[in-house]
């Protein structure tokens, strides 16, 4: 369906032009008329679905100009998500000369202050935040006429519940609430009976929820098979960007200590990095120049990032609903995408779970051989000779003469080629062993984050509880332990 039909007005129309949309996402198509008309709305859509335009232009459009108050907010799980999402609502509002601000922990709070002072018609924050700038009177949602809960089952798992119930109590009760999640977990349905009026519901069917341009495969290896493993699939694979899970913060800062230790270029984030050296490493991975992203659930969730050509699971997810926004990451924009899942024997149950849950079987692959990894090397090694040979090599044709005088052309070619290619030979890597997932036969773990997260703690009437001895936004506290490079003598 294009944009056209969906009733936007010609000020919208060519924003969307603008931003080289052509026809809208299923999301898109039934969100918006039912958004333009007030209803409120829980859309199921996986990250990369274009939600954000399913909401957004909603808003836009039915801004008022000449009311100078906050008119919608935009509650988003993480300060990476409310960043991009305050920028493409920029983008898209520019035209109607919508002021958009963002919020969120972790900057400085006496700037975003001074900023609120000349009041946006649209504010995205993270939930904290939002809540803390309430608490001070600096911002007032009381008029607010549009409120989006995105990402709702990743703030519920985040254990945000609470700051959301509280951030809604200071809205009017006559706003209209959009809801949006990749799953529909049972607490997401409590949230729309407390906090929506007759909601329309809009559910991506399974199949098209992990996208039939994603190839889903899984590899069967042993803990210590792994690492040699995914270095082979990516010599073959060759991906252009790729993002590579890893359970715990540990295990991110080992591969990605590994992965560098044998000539790739990559970099990791997780909970613990500061929000400066996160952000600094996600702008270095949507340029271009990282190749591969390591992260952690926490770390990755929210992010909007275009050109991932593969995903692997270095550690299959505990919690099948972190598959579906792992792997949604790749196939985005009508590009073909692939993810690859490492299991252990032990972990074919959860594979099967998750198999339940996307609607989809992933298919055996058999990992690489050893010489068909090297050919990959070659094969990676022989671009970077074509990019070379793209520039102006004048000033170095008289030092190629004399060299030529002395060596062959194929020995010298071919020391080029060992220099570019990755001797994955001389660097042993040693990935310290995580305690394997216990073992599970096949059921059905669809309301595992209801019951993990919510506990009653004996009082049946008791409210939802924020997950005890937990740190907001980071799942796993390990430490980090000694990583070992063993160069051949």
Avoid: W
Wanted: aromatic share 6%; proline share 4%; net charge positive.
């Amino acid at each position: 369906m294009k944009f056209s039909e969906l009733g936007l007005k010609p000020e919208i129309l060519k924003a969307i032009k603008r931003a080289g949309f052509e026809e809208a996402t299923p999301i898109q198509a039934q969100t918006i008329p039912l958004a333009l008309k007030g209803d409120d709305v829980i859309g199921q859509a996986q990250t990369g679905t274009g939600k954000t335009a399913a909401f957004g232009l909603p808003i836009l459009q039915n801004l008022d100009k000449q009311h100078d108050s906050i008119q919608a907010i935009v509650i988003e799980p993480t300060r990476e998500l409310a960043i991009q999402t305050q920028e493409e609502l920029f983008r898209l509002g520019r035209d109607e000369k919508a002021r958009v601000q963002v919020v969120y922990g972790g900057a400085d709070i006496r700037r975003q202050i001074h900023a609120l002072k000349q009041t946006p018609a649209i504010l995205v924050g993270t939930p904290g935040r939002l809540l803390d700038h309430l608490k001070r009177k600096t911002i007032d949602i009381s008029q607010v006429k549009t409120i989006v809960l995105d990402e709702a089952d990743e703030m519920l798992d985040m254990g945000f519940i609470q700051d959301i119930e509280s951030i809604l109590k200071y809205a009017s009760s006559k706003h209209q609430t959009l809801l949006f999640s990749a799953t529909m977990p049972k607490p997401i349905m409590h949230i729309s009976e407390k906090f929506m009026h007759d909601p329309e519901i809009v559910q991506i069917k399974g199949k098209e929820l992990t996208a039939n341009l994603i190839d889903q495969y899984f590899v069967r290896a042993k803990e210590n098979e792994k690492f040699d493993i995914l270095c082979r699939l990516i010599d073959v694979q060759n991906p252009d960007l790729a993002v590579v899970f890893g359970r715990t913060k540990r295990r991110v800062d080992e591969l990605t200590r590994g992965l560098q230790a044998r000539g790739y270029n990559a970099a990791g984030i997780h909970g613990d990095l500061s929000q400066n050296k996160r952000m600094s490493v996600l702008k270095r991975f949507r340029k271009g120049k990282l190749d591969i992203l390591v992260a952690t659930d926490v770390a990755a969730r929210g992010l909007d990032i275009s050109g991932v050509s593969h995903v692997y699971n270095y550690d299959i997810p505990q919690d099948p609903d972190s598959y579906v926004h792992r792997i949604g990451r790749t196939g985005r924009a009508g590009k073909n995408g692939m993810s690859v899942t490492f299991v252990t024997p032990n972990e074919i149950g959860y594979m099967r779970t998750i198999e339940n849950l996307t609607h989809k079987k992933m298919m055996p692959l058999r990992p690489p051989s050893d010489e068909e990894a090297f050919k990959g090397q070659l094969s990676a090694a022989n671009k970077k000779v074509q990019e070379l040979l793209d520039g102006d090599l004048s000033k170095y044709t008289e030092g190629a003469a004399k060299l030529l005088d002395d060596y062959s052309a194929v020995d010298l070619v071919a020391a080029l080629l060992k220099d570019l290619s990755k001797d994955a030979d001389s660097v042993k890597v040693k990935i310290t062993p995580e305690k394997p997932l216990p073992y599970k036969a096949k059921r059905d773990y669809s309301h595992s984050r209801s019951r993990r997260n919510f506990k009653h703690n004996g009082d049946r009437n008791s409210k939802y509880r924020r997950r005890p001895n937990s740190k907001r936004g980071s799942r796993h506290n390990n430490k980090n332990h000694d990583f070992v490079i063993k160069k051949k003598d």
